[in-house]
């Protein structure tokens, strides 16, 4: 069964720091490209990061550049996102996607 699980949100503090890992099943995530999503309440899903397939490469949207770390453990079949230097902004349900199968998502919420 085709499967991504998502885990690792929480709350957080502003400036601090998260790691949410993305967990396939079914399938073997780096033969694909492997993308984070986020959506804030009323707002669209967004593009967040996304790590080619193979050479591991990361591509990150300008609004958390130089902040989230995109990568992948294939031993454990995982892409994980390090989020740095978290702002009340990056507040949404974030979602893995690859291929065509999404995760439930997972939420991140900054706050003091």
């Known amino acids: 069964q085709v499967q991504l699980v998502e885990s690792g949100g929480g709350l957080v503090q502003p400036g601090g720091s998260l790691r949410l890992s993305c967990a396939a099943s079914g399938f073997t995530l780096n033969e694909y490209a492997t993308g984070w999503f986020r959506q804030a309440p009323g707002k669209e899903r967004e593009g967040v990061s996304c790590i080619n397939r193979g050479d591991g490469r990361g591509y990150y949207a300008d609004s958390v550049k130089g902040r989230f770390t995109i990568s992948r453990d294939n031993g454990k079949n995982t892409v994980y996102l390090q989020m740095n230097s978290l702002k009340p902004e990056d507040t949404a349900v974030y979602y893995c996607?690859?291929?065509?199968?999404w995760g439930q998502g997972t939420q991140v919420t900054v706050s003091s």
């Open positions: 996607k690859c291929g065509l199968y």
